[in-house]
């Protein structure tokens, strides 16, 4: 069963592609580093002959409101029309949990997007929806920041590591389509303001995080379960503290400069 992974040099996509090939599956990255581009459909056609699965796990490089809309609307559709063509019978993608409560976001707007895009097409799909990576914890103290201080609101909060999504999303892409959405999320639920706080000290990062229930996500009103899922998501395996552990002991042992 050959499985094409759009975005495969991604954070995600590198991990699923090597998860996949290691269970033996015929796993196959796409992007534009290898002359793939789903914006423009340049190598798509030949990226999916005799592929069975496409997963879609790529980023807008932008996040301005238009840009990000208009990259996964055109993505998808591209993606979507192409795999007809090719025969595809499942496709997969990556969107995030809480979605449709976080629409004050233009990145949010074309996420939602692109799962209508995917529901309404006539290919048999898997909607996966991951609550935020333990490696994405770090950006939203940087968009956080308020003079020299991060403010953010103590709502549940409940990240997994970008290894467990990969895990998660090879699992699906081998199995039969959901023709529904599955939501995937971290063992353990934290408020997002004091695991931001642990996130910083473990870094020895000196910045203060100010507990504020008015503050924002990334520019977003949230309230106490925005952000994480429900009852019924299958959960990851890693904890924060070793996931933070085993990244401070991968970069103490990493050669300088790499
Ligand atoms: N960050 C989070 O916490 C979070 C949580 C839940 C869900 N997600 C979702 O997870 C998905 C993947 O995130 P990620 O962090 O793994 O992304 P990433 O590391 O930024 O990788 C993005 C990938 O998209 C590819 N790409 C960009 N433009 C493309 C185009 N025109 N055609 C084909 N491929 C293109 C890139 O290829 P090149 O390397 O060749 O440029 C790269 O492989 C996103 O859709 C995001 O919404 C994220």
Do not use: C
């Given at each position: 069963?050959?499985?094409?992974?759009?975005?495969?040099?991604?954070?995600?996509?590198?991990?699923?592609?090597?998860k996949l090939r290691?269970?033996?599956?015929?796993?196959?990255?796409?992007?534009?580093?290898?002359?793939?581009?789903?914006?423009?459909?340049?190598?798509?056609?030949?990226?999916?002959?005799?592929?069975?699965?496409?997963?879609?796990?790529?980023?807008?490089?932008?996040?301005?409101?238009?840009?990000?809309?208009?990259?996964?609307?055109?993505?998808?559709?591209?993606?979507?029309?192409?795999?007809?063509?090719?025969?595809?019978?499942?496709?997969?993608?990556?969107?995030?949990?809480?979605?449709?409560?976080?629409?004050?976001?233009?990145?949010?707007?074309?996420?939602?997007?692109?799962?209508?895009?995917?529901?309404?097409?006539?290919?048999?799909?898997?909607?996966?929806?991951?609550?935020?990576?333990f490696e994405f914890?770090?950006?939203?103290?940087?968009?956080?920041?308020?003079?020299?201080?991060?403010?953010?609101?103590?709502?549940?909060?409940?990240?997994?590591?970008?290894?467990?999504?990969?895990?998660?999303?090879?699992?699906?892409?081998?199995?039969?389509?959901?023709?529904?959405?599955?939501?995937?999320?971290?063992?353990?639920?934290?408020?997002?303001?004091?695991?931001?706080?642990?996130?910083?000290?473990?870094?020895?990062?000196?910045?203060?995080?100010?507990?504020?229930?008015?503050?924002?996500?990334?520019?977003?009103?949230?309230?106490?379960?925005?952000?994480?899922?429900?009852?019924?998501?299958?959960?990851?395996?890693?904890?924060?503290?070793?996931?933070?552990?085993?990244?401070?002991?991968?970069?103490?042992?990493?050669?300088?400069?790499?």
């Amino acid at each position: 069963m050959k499985i094409v992974v759009i975005g495969g040099t991604g954070l995600i996509g590198a991990k699923l592609v090597n998860k996949l090939r290691e269970q033996g599956q015929e796993a196959a990255a796409a992007s534009p580093t290898s002359g793939v581009n789903t914006l423009t459909g340049e190598g798509l056609a030949d990226a999916l002959k005799g592929a069975s699965v496409v997963v879609d796990v790529t980023n807008s490089p932008s996040w301005e409101d238009a840009a990000v809309l208009k990259f996964f609307e055109t993505s998808t559709r591209n993606l979507l029309d192409y795999e007809a063509a090719a025969g595809v019978g499942h496709h997969v993608a990556l969107s995030v949990v809480g979605t449709e409560r976080l629409l004050g976001s233009g990145f949010f707007r074309a996420k939602l997007a692109q799962e209508n895009l995917i529901k309404s097409s006539s290919i048999p799909y898997s909607i996966v929806r991951a609550t935020q990576f333990f490696e994405f914890v770090k950006n939203i103290a940087d968009f956080s920041m308020e003079g020299n201080q991060v403010r953010l609101p103590p709502v549940l909060f409940q990240p997994m590591a970008a290894d467990d999504v990969a895990s998660a999303i090879g699992r699906i892409a081998i199995g039969t389509p959901v023709n529904g959405t599955v939501e995937i999320g971290g063992p353990e639920q934290f408020h997002l303001d004091e695991l931001i706080r642990r996130d910083l000290a473990a870094r020895k990062d000196p910045r203060e995080v100010i507990s504020d229930v008015n503050a924002r996500y990334f520019g977003i009103a949230v309230s106490e379960r925005t952000l994480v899922p429900n009852h019924d998501a299958r959960l990851g395996e890693t904890r924060f503290e070793d996931w933070l552990d085993a990244t401070k002991t991968a970069s103490k042992t990493r050669p300088q400069g790499a």
